[in-house]
């Protein structure tokens, strides 16, 4: 089926868009439905998870608290700028890349997204069925088919079902936690699990701030996908804040719930504390609290399955041009939950941790990203983009795009000496104590370094471009 008839037959349940431009007729949707989207997308039990390192490094609760909710706030600004980007360009978020790396060059940040979408997840559905396995015992792979089905019926349906999904689950996970959070501050012993206490440290405080902050930046990749059927006229400060609300708001409470949390209960499984807090309340409500938790997981499932497919068509498309049809979508979705699904099998438990190292080195390779294309969106050009161009191999993009490309390899190679992981640490991080703060590196330069090899692009050359794109998208009155 093509979609260019969905015009005059109305909107249909399964939606037909993929990598290709949403036309004015099909822009639909309100500015605050960013608000419980990226909310509940980020209310999940594996963002609780960065709460619990203040904790383990001996920081006090209330420092903390302080720390992930700084980190959140700064990270979350890179990523709500990104949902300005949906409106103005009607196209999902990376395809855009093509603009900065070129037609081609821009695989080259493709490949690192679609293993973190992959690698979230796998974290998920195990997660996710950890937390059904509280009410029913099942083999593992039976709950992970169950869940990734679940997941990609969503993801198929698409845009409009995950958008409406996501608020009304907001509703009920606000109401869930609000209740877990006041029964964890009354009745728990805040720092009993931390020797005396707790203290401060600079450096593990840093540790925190970078975590958190790093956390909400590697979702940067998501969010014009979901902004991207707004009206073009919508609020460029709504649907930047809307987001912002969202995405900080629930990681600041989950964040900071697991800092509490960390403190005072000997186990730092979020499935387990969850469920303790709540049965403390009465019995069930922890494990009703767990399966809400779990509900939520595979949402987002569906969200990083739709994702991995926008990015891998994107990437193939290229190569070889695709026709974006509701099959190719169907085909994406289903390939990338079956590469899940093997993936969460062969991966034993105790080797968790170090996939958890894959992704974070994945999520480096973000970080260059968000910056190039943060600052050639509006401090280069402005939002002004020629969209039948990035679809072009030929066109004013090119295949390779040398200013994206450089600036991007530098950000990465001057991230090294700050780098974290169990495998390897750099001199930087080292003499910081373990605090890993490669992102503002990475930020720093890859950004600074494209805006200056920016400064000699001839943008009155691509005008033309522009408005000779903006006409052939015009539709027709009739």
Not at 286 to 303: D, E, K, N, P
Not at 465 to 476: D, F, G, H, W
Request: some cysteine; overall charge neutral; proline content about 4%.
């Amino acid at each position: 089926m093509s979609t260019s008839d969905v015009t005059s037959r109305g909107r249909r349940v399964v939606e037909v868009r993929s990598i290709d431009y949403v036309p004015p007729s099909e822009r639909r949707g309100k500015v605050w439905h960013q608000g419980p989207f990226w909310f509940t997308g980020n209310f999940v039990l594996a963002t609780m998870v960065t709460g619990f390192i203040g904790p383990s490094l001996g920081l006090a609760v209330g420092w903390s608290v302080l720390a992930v909710s700084l980190g959140a706030s700064f990270g979350t600004l890179f990523m709500c700028f990104h949902a300005n980007q949906g409106p103005t360009m009607g196209l999902p978020q990376m395809i855009q890349s093509r603009a900065q790396w070129g037609v081609r060059g821009a695989i080259v940040p493709f490949i690192a997204v679609v293993f973190v979408y992959i690698g979230f997840n796998v974290f998920d559905v195990i997660l996710a069925a950890e937390g059904f396995d509280t009410i029913l015992s099942a083999p593992d792979a039976v709950w992970y088919v169950i869940l990734i089905a679940v997941a990609v019926i969503i993801a198929v349906v698409g845009f409009d079902l995950m958008m409406l999904v996501q608020r009304w689950l907001s509703y009920l996970l606000i109401a869930v936690f609000a209740v877990i959070t006041i029964q964890a501050v009354a009745t728990l012993d805040l720092g009993s699990q931390i020797p005396q206490g707790g203290s401060f440290s600079a450096s593990s405080f840093l540790v925190v701030f970078a975590a958190a902050a790093g956390y909400q930046i590697s979702y940067a990749v998501y969010v014009s996908d979901y902004s991207r059927y707004l009206p073009e006229d919508s609020s460029t400060a709504g649907v930047i804040w809307w987001t912002y609300l969202g995405a900080a708001g629930s990681a600041i409470w989950l964040m900071s719930l697991g800092a509490v949390l960390g403190s005072a209960l000997p186990s730092q499984d979020a499935v387990a504390t969850v469920r303790h807090v709540g049965n403390s309340l009465f019995s069930g409500f922890g494990t009703f609290a767990v399966i809400v938790s779990a509900i939520a997981l595979v949402t987002i499932m569906s969200v990083n399955a739709y994702g991995a497919m926008l990015t891998s068509a994107s990437a193939v498309d290229a190569f070889r041009p695709v026709n974006p049809t509701v099959r190719l979508r169907v085909i994406g979705i289903v390939a990338i939950s079956v590469v899940v699904f093997v993936v969460a099998l062969a991966i034993p438990a105790n080797y968790l941790g170090s996939f958890n190292n894959f992704v974070i080195l994945m999520l480096y390779f973000l970080v260059p990203w968000t910056a190039v294309n943060l600052v050639d969106f509006y401090f280069v050009r402005h939002g002004h983009y020629a969209i039948t161009e990035i679809f072009n191999p030929d066109g004013i993009y090119h295949r390779w795009a040398w200013r994206g490309l450089v600036a991007y390899f530098a950000g990465l190679v001057c991230m090294i000496p700050f780098v974290s992981l169990t495998f390897f640490q750099g001199p930087v991080t080292k003499a910081l104590n373990g605090a890993d703060i490669s992102f503002a590196i990475g930020l720093a330069v890859a950004g600074g370094l494209y805006y200056l090899f920016s400064r000699n692009l001839d943008l009155s050359a691509e005008a033309e471009a522009v408005r000779s794109s903006r006409a052939a998208l015009v539709e027709p009155t009739t």
